[in-house]
């Protein structure tokens, strides 16, 4: 006769008998790959990491694991990751709760994906025992709850590898695969599961050895692919580059700097989230986002080179002429993870940017002739002024007004070439490119993605990549609210990571007027200016900061307290205290 099983008849497996589990063999295959920080935001999974922490400080081998970096709330965890990977160039850890702490993550994980950051994401899975067979088998409600067909399923469209942790004795090599996906170009999130039972069980000390894992060397254009390139630029009239994130290799941009220079071409950075050319340089053209207009120095250039750009120009608005000859070159050319995608070129190259760059510019300075670069540089150079000339003309106040043009170059002046600028100011994002103007490598970070409140996340964990760097988050009121700025500017303060915001406060989200705008400009909604994105109360954007991290906060609203308030926040910061500065600048 048959009966159900009870967990009162069954004795449990024992915890591993050396102390040396899944999860501490985890946590070191982590340290020995590279990974400084565990982003964590803690569950009912995670015992057993919490135990091999406890016992690595008992044993005085905390040195042996990451650091356990405590996020109030999921998004903040992967931000913060995705500055440090973003600064540093070595993917860092998140570890969230089963599928509820997944899905937390999920705009963060869209702009890891999509800015190609390499990030490891763990999440436990719920435990696959119920009677109580196995050591870490279920015993609070939620893990019933909690067991969903495919957890790994929520990321699959975003990550580069997904894997399940099923035994602790591979645990190490599956780990450093991982993270020899998100090393390898393109870079980008992969992710691990681990049911409870399993990173409790006992795992083997040694096993596989990091240095086995490297990331896969860059890659070079073949031959024939310099030649048709280096030929095409050399015997250009008007050659032109467009690029976006050429310089998340700072290498890159100087080679990059000669390429150009030897082409006599223009540089055209379109929807730029990095430092992909100097601002300031002769050759420099500006940007472009989504400039509903033409854009004259594109539309009449015989040959276009897209050197690392998913956007290069809106094919409806702003795109090169018919005859005009383009070339792209790209760590990921086809943009394998967009379905809908197209650049009418010649030629498809996939390599590494700075690889690829040096190589063109070596025989273009062979084949080149001198007098006619010449006559191409002096022309670029009359471009690049005049439009300069015309941005810089509207850097003053309007009135009693702060317009964002005068915020930003009052940013501007207060830092130095060293400060490192994070911009999510979304509408603002043209305002800050033409006038923060940043001429150094590296100074200067946007997602890459679409999903906001990354920005001041990410300065947190930029801080920790670099502590004795000056940060500054140039930021919209909406994304600021969308960044959890309570959790955020808490773990500021608990690890000493302070940094400065700037919030352009022009009272709602502007992105979906402009979007419905630019679609209905006669419609309903602009007839009414009833669009909902007003906030008829505006929240007290420092007073989040100050009441959850103590940190400086102000709200400017009169062209001449900027100035000072700015030299006060920075102050703030440089004393090891975070600041908030809310700027008013005119409202939707």
């Not at 940017?353 to 300075?365: D, E, I, K, S």
């Not at 150079?381 to 170059?409: G, N």
């Not at 909406?478 to 009272?507: C, E, H, I, K």
């Not at 007290?540 to 006060?568: F, Q």
Request: aromatic fraction near 6%; hydrophobic fraction near 40%.
């Amino acid at each position: 006769m048959g009966s159900d099983v009870t967990t009162s008849e069954v004795s449990p497996t024992s915890q591993a008998d050396t102390g040396h589990t899944t999860s501490r063999a985890f946590l070191e295959a982590l340290a020995e790959g590279g990974v400084r920080y565990v982003f964590s935001n803690l569950g009912s999974d995670h015992p057993g990491v919490l135990e091999a922490y406890a016992q690595a400080r008992v044993e005085g081998r905390e040195d042996t694991l990451p650091e356990l970096v405590i996020c109030p709330h999921e998004s903040v965890a992967m931000a913060a990751a995705i500055g440090y990977a973003q600064v540093s160039g070595t993917p860092q850890a998140v570890l969230v709760h089963v599928e509820c702490g997944t899905q937390n993550i999920g705009g963060m994980l869209h702009n890891a994906a999509k800015g190609r950051v390499g990030v490891l994401m763990y999440a436990g899975a719920s435990p696959f025992t119920q009677e109580g067979e196995l050591f870490g088998s279920r015993n609070e409600f939620i893990q019933w709850i909690q067991d969903v067909h495919d957890q790994r399923g929520i990321v699959r469209g975003y990550t580069k590898y997904d894997n399940e942790i099923r035994t602790g004795a591979n645990v190490k090599q599956l780990v450093h695969r991982a993270l020899q996906f998100a090393k390898s170009s393109p870079q980008g999130p992969v992710y691990l599961v681990g049911p409870r039972e399993v990173m409790e069980a006992e795992a083997p000390r040694e096993q596989a050895d990091a240095a086995h894992f490297p990331a896969v060397a860059p890659e070079a254009l073949a031959p024939a692919a310099v030649e048709r390139i280096a030929t095409a630029l050399a015997e250009a009239r008007r050659p032109v580059v467009v690029t976006s994130y050429l310089g998340r290799d700072p290498e890159a941009v100087p080679a990059l700097v000669e390429l150009c220079e030897a082409a006599g071409a223009g540089v055209l950075e379109s929807v730029p989230s990095y430092v992909n050319f100097p601002a300031d340089h002769p050759l420099h053209w500006g940007f472009q986002w989504n400039d509903q207009k033409h854009n004259p120095l594109l539309e009449e250039a015989d040959v276009v080179l897209v050197l690392g750009s998913d956007v290069p120009w809106i094919p409806t608005k702003n795109r090169p002429n018919a005859q005009a000859r383009i070339f792209v070159v790209d760590e990921d050319p086809l943009k394998e993870q967009m379905p809908l995608w197209h650049v009418p070129a010649e030629l498809f190259a996939k390599a590494d940017l700075g690889t690829a760059v040096r190589q063109v510019r070596q025989r273009v300075a062979e084949l080149a002739d001198a007098d006619d670069v010449a006559r191409r540089r002096e022309r670029a150079a009359a471009e690049h002024d005049r439009l300069f000339a015309d941005k810089a003309s509207r850097e003053t106040p309007d009135d009693d007004v702060i317009t964002p043009e005068y915020l930003v170059a009052c940013v501007r002046e207060a830092i130095d070439d060293d400060t490192l600028v994070l911009t999510e100011a979304i509408t603002q994002y043209p305002t800050v490119s033409w006038h923060l103007r940043r001429n150094r490598p590296g100074s200067l970070l946007g997602s890459g993605g679409g999903s906001l409140g990354w920005a001041i996340g990410a300065a947190l964990g930029a801080k920790l990549a670099e502590p004795d760097r000056t940060v500054v988050s140039l930021v919209g009121d909406g994304s600021y609210l969308f960044g959890v700025p309570s959790s955020v500017f808490w773990m500021a303060r608990r690890y000493q990571a302070p940094s400065l915001t700037v919030v352009f406060d022009n009272n709602g989200w502007n992105a979906p007027k402009a979007s419905a705008l630019s679609v209905h400009p006669d419609g309903t909604a602009a007839r009414r200016d009833d669009f909902g994105v007003h906030f008829d109360e505006r929240p007290d954007l420092p007073g989040i900061a100050e009441a959850a991290g103590g940190a400086w906060g102000r709200t400017v609203t009169a062209p001449t307290e900027l100035k000072d308030s700015l030299e006060e926040a920075l102050a703030a910061v440089r004393s090891g205290r975070s600041a908030v500065l809310a700027v008013r600048v005119p409202g939707l």
